[in-house]
């Protein structure tokens, strides 16, 4: 199993990426970063270039992307303009694959959240075939793309591991699999028995966070994290997982994750 960090919600730097943290992670042993692509699609050519000699530096890859869509793009509605929709997509996964990711997560709760009074049958059906269109650019950039489930607090549409395996079979195309986070499945009060019956299948990424606060980890009571992780274990998971989560002390609180997982794992 290999561990890393998403670093946009510790971000302190204007750009939103948090670059900034990418070295203590490397220094206190994650395995890999994971950085927001909407965040990194905005910046200028020569801003990215940047990004891409930091983490070359550090040691460690960035394998994954979180934030696929800025919340100023409409996904569905009356508003989404198709074309610009996808070359966003293009010039998104273009930098993922620059920096040698392999996964980028599809939660883009402001995007993709159905509008008031527009029919949610309607809003499903375009994610679905926006998921189409956008399967075939994945797979020009080499890269997966993993549906991710939220709270309903952030989107009204895809809210439980089980609902984004039915997305990613209605959508139907090989590249598009599923993400489970543990805070947004805790706080939904989803079964970690979804895992056991959908995961093999569908399972390829995962993130995490403490559901008191959304924080990082730190004590093996402080939440019921044992029947999500026997259940990862169950299906045979050993891919990736990212912590999620806020810190008030980064460099504290990111040491004391690393050393749960590896004691839970």
Known sequence: MKFGCCLNMVATRPDGTGIEFLGKIAELGYDYVELPLAEM?????????????????????????????PGTIRLTGADVHMDEVLAYADKALGRAEELGVQYVVFGSGKAKGVPEGFP???????????????????????ITIVIEPLRRAECNLIN??????????????????????????????????????????????????????????????????????DALKEI?????????AYVKDFDKEAEQALAFFKRNW
């Open 41 to 69: 699609t905005a910046l200028s050519d020569e801003e990215f270039e940047e990004i891409k000699k930091t983490v070359e530096r550090s040691g460690i890859r960035c394998e994954t992307c979180n934030n696929f869509f």
């Open 120 to 142: 949610m049958d309607e809003g499903y059906a375009q994610v679905v075939e926006l998921l189409k269109k956008v399967s075939p650019l994945a797979v020009k950039h080499n």
């Open 160 to 229: 439980s591991f089980a609902e984004g395996c039915k997305l990613s079979a209605d959508a139907s195309v090989p590249n598009v699999k599923v993400l489970v986070d543990f805070y947004h499945m805790t706080v939904e009060n989803e079964p970690v028995e979804n895992i056991l019956t959908m995961g093999k299948e569908n399972l390829r990424h995962v993130h995490f966070a403490n559901p008191t606060g959304r924080v990082y980890p730190n004590l093996d009571d402080e939440a019921d994290y044992k029947p999500f992780f």
């Open 236 to 244: 045979g998971y050993d891919a990736r997982i990212s912590c999620e």
